[in-house]
């Protein structure tokens, strides 16, 4: 059996008991140890759930939702699920009980998988206006709560799961997946196997994968990209650990000693702003070692030789300062992928140069979810694009610069929004992305910007405002920023400062810090965050520029409706929770 014949999702999971077994195939920590589960021993349960699945009168196109943390049980729930032809929908634990409605009604879920006492409560809160959901099972043992090992069957008869299995097509729905969005009701993007599995193989050769390797999970396995990379662990029997939590991924990285893993841009800013901070704090001949360092690494280009005398002091960077920023995250990391959004070069550069290759990829829900990646392939990687294209894609730049795609892992469509879906598949196939972008270089694709997010002044200037705030985004002081301006005389922002960088800063300028409200009233930080922002606006043509902002006092955060599940900011709700922020800048002056 090659990795060819794999057609369904079910089939992956096979493809590694049949072909290269693990012993620690899934693995997660439970009281204070880690558990793991062998291929063998996690097929076999997962039959006993589908088994349960059956009892409880699930067939072949029923919804199931899963709401989780990452855990082994997640991913036991999905091939329940899929070899017996049913529809896994993936929902986010952080969510508010309106979409939790919203989404369990659309998609007619009949039973809900639960990690935890927290979401239960939310789901609970909702249980009367859910029309569908007749069951409720939770992998945490809660009181009063079905749990799932309530379901697993002890029919040690398995032929109907052996027969239901090749009754699933890879053209049947495999998942529903709803997309955080940041306007209206969350859009069920629907995924067949052939969408999912034909990206999984496409992307296969991008990642250099061998014998006994180990991946360390935290993104959010209802997120597509992290699910897809998980997939691709399983079919080339990586073993997948999952992290206890976002708090823990520093200590479950020296634990585990992973060879993989994959984060947004934001995760690795806070993992970089941590580096910098430390060598900040260090004195003498140590600190002046760091930035020696640093700056060599700023300068790494994988597609550059610089001569001897770089790749000396590189080498020598390496032994005495960028080898403990490896044995942090494990010691072992062949590379580490990154998606979601735009990556900040100098991550890359820095951290490639450390020997720790940060791989920029691009995608969308719709497209399963990669277009391109970048790869460790001589001539595989150019920091600042997303790399090139899939080999099985079709990808174009439109005539107004959208990127659009054709292929075997578009969506199906939107579930229930035919005229949406219409506007986004065009009559060709092609997807459109919603996303600006060019070609480089040897066939590299660039992101540019979000095609409805670019918005012109009223001197008819175009701002996009995407790339300006990934850069702004290079200065510690800044955690977020929205750039606006769109019919106003010129541009401005709305910033939100790394509160923990700010103390840190004011303790050693012995400015006293109360509070995060009283901090951003502070002429002294105004005059520095002003200095920062004079600095970055050089990148920037005179029309760009930031000519004025203003500082708002807590973080932002998916809870408090200024980022969706997938941390991008909600421009509209952030406009109209700040506006008198707005009317300051332009309204006032």
């Known amino acids: 059996m090659n990795i060819q014949s794999t057609k369904t999702l079910a089939d992956v999971y096979y493809f590694q008991l049949n072909n290269h077994p693990r012993k620690d195939a899934f693995t997660q920590k439970e009281n204070n140890k880690w558990v793991s589960l062998s291929s063998k021993e996690f097929i076999e349960k997962s039959v006993k759930l589908s088994l349960g699945l059956i009892d409880l009168g699930i067939v072949k196109g029923d919804r199931i939702a899963v709401v989780s943390n990452n855990r082994i049980e997640w991913h036991l729930t999905d091939l329940a699920i899929q070899q017996i032809g049913a529809v896994n929908v993936p929902i986010y634990s952080n969510i508010n009980p309106e979409d939790y409605t919203y989404i369990l009604n659309d ?13 239960l409560k939310k789901i609970l809160s ?27 069957s002890n029919n040690e008869d398995t032929s109907e799961i052996e027969e239901l299995r090749k009754t699933v097509s890879e053209d049947d729905l495999a998942t529903l997946i709803y997309t955080s969005g940041t306007t209206g009701n969350p859009k069920g993007v629907m995924l067949t196997h052939k969408n999912l599995i034909s990206n999984v193989i496409a992307s296969s050769h991008r990642l ?4 006994d390797l180990k991946a360390l999970s935290f993104l ?23 992290a206890e939590s976002i708090d823990t991924i520093g200590d479950d990285l020296k634990d585990v000693k992973p060879h993989f893993f994959a984060t947004v841009p934001r995760l690795l800013e806070k993992v970089y702003d941590k580096i910098v ?73 820095v ?7 940060v791989l920029e990829g691009y995608g969308l829900t719709e497209t399963s979810p990669v277009i391109g990646v970048n790869s460790l392939k001589p001539g595989g990687r150019m920091i600042g694009t997303i790399g090139k294209p899939l080999e099985n894609l079709d990808v174009k730049i439109a005539e107004d610069g959208e990127i659009i795609v054709k292929g075997p892992s578009i ?39 979000r095609k409805k997010e670019i918005f012109k002044t009223s001197g008819g200037k175009y701002i996009a405002p995407q790339v300006m705030e990934n850069r702004f985004k290079e200065s510690r002081f800044i955690e977020q920023i929205m750039v606006i301006g769109e019919g106003e005389k010129h541009a401005a922002a709305i910033i939100q400062p790394d509160f923990v960088f700010l103390e840190s800063w004011c303790n050693r300028k012995q400015i006293p810090f109360e509070n995060s409200e009283k901090i951003i009233e502070n002429q002294t930080v105004i005059n520095r965050i002003q200095r920062e922002v004079d600095e970055l606006n050089s990148n920037f043509s005179n029309y760009e520029q930031i000519k004025k902002f203003e500082l708002v006092p807590f973080q932002w955060a998916v809870d408090t409706g200024e980022l969706t599940p997938t941390l991008k900011l909600k421009r509209k709700f952030i406009k109209t929770k700040f506006q008198q922020l707005f009317d300051k800048i332009y309204r006032n002056s």
């Not at 998609?107 to 990690?115: E, K, M, N």
């Not at 250099?208 to 014998?211: E, K, L, T």
């Open 107 to 119: 998609c007619g879920a009949r039973v809900i998988f639960i990690s935890d006492e927290e979401i």
């Open 220 to 242: 959010p396995l209802c997120h597509v990209f992290e699910r897809m990379l998980d997939y691709l662990y399983i079919l080339k029997s990586v073993s997948i650990y999952y």
């Open 411 to 449: 969506m199906k469509g939107y579930y229930n929004l035919p005229d949406i879906t219409l506007e986004a598949i065009d009559s060709e196939g092609y997807f459109h992305t919603g996303d600006i972008g060019e070609f480089v270089g040897d066939g590299f694709l660039k992101i540019t910007d």
């Open 126 to 152: 909702v249980k009367s206006s859910l029309t569908s959901v007749e069951y409720i099972f939770t992998y945490n043992q809660i009181e009063g709560a079905k749990n799932y090992s309530e379901l697993l």
């Open 208 to 211: 250099p994968m061998g014998d």
């Open 351 to 357: 951290f490639s140069s450390a020997n720790i290759p």
């Open 277 to 349: 901070a430390k060598g900040t704090d260090l004195t003498g001949v140590k600190k002046k070692l760091f930035f020696w360092a640093l700056e060599l690494g700023l300068q790494f280009d994988p597609n550059i030789d610089k001569g001897f005398w770089y790749n000396f002091q590189l080498n020598l960077a390496n032994k005495i300062i960028f080898s403990k920023w490896r044995e942090a995250l494990g010691g072992n990391i062949i590379a580490v992928v990154s998606g979601g959004a735009a990556l900040q070069p100098r991550l890359a550069r």
